[in-house]
């Protein structure tokens, strides 16, 4: 059974960076793509970004995109997620995700998902 870990999340300023990390472990996958969705209170899971399995395919919510950068070290099992210039609706809980084959948008196409961190941006 894969689990996803994640660390990293928290309080900053609108502006800020914050980096959240994503650890797998347990489970054999071939060539997962990995993803991260957030859900904010009263709101769906949304998609934010994904990586596909050698980290030479990235896409990403046009909300993040040139904020945001996912990355990948197959090495160690991680995906990242650098989030700079936050705003105050990126406010969200974030969750890591990981699906065996391409990688994909949709929330329900991912087998397994993190415990999520909470990210909070004041403004």
């Known amino acids: 059974q894969v689990q996803l870990v994640q660390s990293g999340g928290g309080l900053v300023q609108a502006g800020g960076s914050l980096r959240l990390s994503c650890a797998a472990s347990?489970?054999?996958?071939?060539?997962?793509?990995m993803g991260w969705f957030r859900q904010a209170p009263g709101k769906e899971r949304e998609f934010v970004a994904t990586i596909s399995s050698t980290g030479s395919n990235t896409y990403y919510a046009d909300s993040v995109k040139g904020r945001f950068t996912i990355s990948r070290d197959n090495a160690k099992s991680t995906v990242s997620l650098q989030m700079n210039s936050l705003k105050p609706e990126d406010t969200a809980v974030y969750y890591c995700?990981?699906?065996?084959?391409?990688?994909?948008?949709?929330?329900?196409?991912?087998?397994?998902w993190g415990q999520g961190t909470q990210v909070t941006v004041s403004s």
């Open positions: 347990g489970g054999t996958l071939s060539r997962p793509a």
């Open positions: 995700a990981l699906r065996s084959g391409s990688y994909s948008v949709t929330a329900s196409r991912y087998d397994y």
